[in-house]
Nanobody, 123 residues
Framework: QVQLVESGGGLVQTGGSLRLSCAAS????????MAWFRQAPGKEREFVAA????????RYADSVKGRFTISRENAKNMVFLQMDSLKPEDTAVYYC????????????????WGQGTQVTVSS
């Protein structure tokens, strides 16, 4: 069983930055691929970014590529999402998710989810 707790959301202006954090309770954190998803009002949950534990290889949605960076600190069971050049369309609840390796881009592939943290980007 893995418990995930997100933090770091908030209100920011267009062009600003936020850093989301996710604390994981997994005893063998390095066996898990970690990901961030988001869900805007009235829309389906969508993939944002994912990272493997092996060499920290990462994947990104096209909509955030070049603006967001996912990283992890295995010694502290933490994963992060650095979000720069934020746009109003980035407004959503952001969820941290985990699954046993390998990385996957699909929502249904992830077994464990956090409660979500709200990110609001004002225009």
């Amino acid at each position: 069983q893995v418990q995930l707790v997100e933090s770091g959301g908030g209100l920011v202006q267009t062009g600003g930055s936020l850093r989301l954090s996710c604390a994981a309770s997994a005893r063998t954190f390095t066996r898990y691929a970690m990901a961030w998803f988001r869900q805007a009002p009235g829309k389906e949950r969508e993939f944002v970014a994912a990272i493997s534990s092996t060499f920290g290889s990462s994947r990104y949605a096209d909509s955030v590529k070049g603006r967001f960076t996912i990283s992890r600190e295995n010694a502290k069971n933490m994963v992060f999402l650095q979000m720069d050049s934020l746009k109003p369309e980035d407004t959503a609840v952001y969820y941290c998710a985990a699954r046993p390796l390998p990385v996957d881009l699909m929502t249904y592939a992830y077994d464990y989810w956090g409660q979500g943290t709200q990110v609001t980007v004002s225009s």
